[in-house]
């Protein structure tokens, strides 16, 4: 049964695939990885920022997605300025789904504007995606499809995106759209027609607010939503709404449910003043319940703080 059902699950996984290509991947912990949905988010810890997310998606399902995402950000100039205008960045996220790869290349580009009491920074980013599937692997019910007739090798798609994020100490908001192109694989190179494989353009809106309940402790709610279409194809509205108690502005942990059927379990903690650990678990309230392992989740950041001066010590939490 859970073979039979397994096969239904790559149809539906597959097929959809097929006429609207990769989407952007989720991430539960999305309040730790802004710079993979918004690249004005880039230099936003006013250090240098290397992070790293791990992702097993449905883990009792073979085939499901695992997703690994590399970045480094930082502002630009002299680290004894108090502020600094210019922030770049970098990024490579891989992703495996069944007989596909996908691997996406970025950098990132971002423009600060310091306010009285906030700062208002602009971000652009460009990069490749380099798609791969090996579809002979398939074992498929209507043998000689023609859709599966061939396999797809780094088929290179170009793509840049946008943004703007507004933060300040106690709140952010975020709108973008991290990739604006709508490319397909070319059909003379894959022998594809046009209206195959081709990519969803994401729209992101988030924001969150810290509220200091004590010494102690804050909460802090927040919320990531998302639209994806093309010409083609359109995914619907999803959210995720996420609540979060803070102590000791060192702890976190955290509740989130995703309005697509699962609910998240996080916990975070700043374990020295350069490094953050953080693990997420998903639970499925959907009809994959009973097939799937839940997903697993993380991440850990590495911050270069070179003037020891300017910073707490320990350099705890930074919410934004």
Excluded at 6 to 31: C, N, R
Excluded at 191 to 213: F, W
């Amino acid at each position: 049964m859970k073979k039979y059902f397994q096969k239904i699950f790559w149809l539906i996984v597959l097929l959809p695939g097929l006429v609207a290509a990769q989407s952007d991947q989720h991430y539960t912990m999305f309040m730790y990885n802004k710079l993979v949905y918004n690249p004005a988010y880039t230099g936003s810890r006013d250090v240098a920022s290397f992070n790293a997310v791990y992702r097993d998606q449905w883990t009792d399902v073979h085939g499901a997605p695992k997703t690994i995402n590399l970045s480094f950000d930082a502002p630009v100039g002299s680290y004894m300025r108090n502020f600094r205008k210019v922030a770049v960045g970098v990024s490579i996220n891989n992703e495996q789904l069944g007989v596909e790869n996908n691997t996406n290349l970025k950098a990132y580009y971002a423009y600060r504007i310091k306010l009285e009491k906030s700062i208002l920074s602009f971000g652009l980013s460009g990069g490749v995606n380099m798609y791969s599937a090996a579809y002979n692997k398939l074992n498929l019910f209507q043998q000689n499809d023609p859709n599966f007739s061939y396999n797809i090798r780094n088929a290179i798609l170009p793509n840049f995106g946008a943004g703007v994020y507004w933060s300040g100490d106690k709140f952010y908001g975020s709108f973008s759209v991290p990739n604006m192109l709508q490319d397909y694989y070319d059909k003379n190179e894959v022998k594809i027609n046009n209206k195959i494989a081709r990519e969803i353009r994401g729209y992101y809106l988030a924001g969150g607010y810290v509220y200091t309940v004590n010494e102690t402790f804050k909460l802090l709610p927040q919320v990531i939503a998302r639209y994806a279409i093309n010409s083609d194809y359109r995914l619907p509205l999803n959210a995720d709404l996420n609540i979060s108690a803070i102590a000791y502005n060192r702890f976190m942990a955290g509740f989130t449910y995703r309005t697509d059927k699962s609910l998240e379990i996080i916990a975070h903690v700043q374990a020295t003043q350069r490094l953050n650990i953080g693990y997420a678990y998903d639970y499925m309230l959907s009809g994959l319940m009973g097939y799937s392992g839940g997903t697993h989740e993380f991440v850990v950041g590495y911050d270069i703080v070179r003037d020891n001066s300017k910073y707490l010590t320990p350099r705890f939490m930074k919410s934004f």
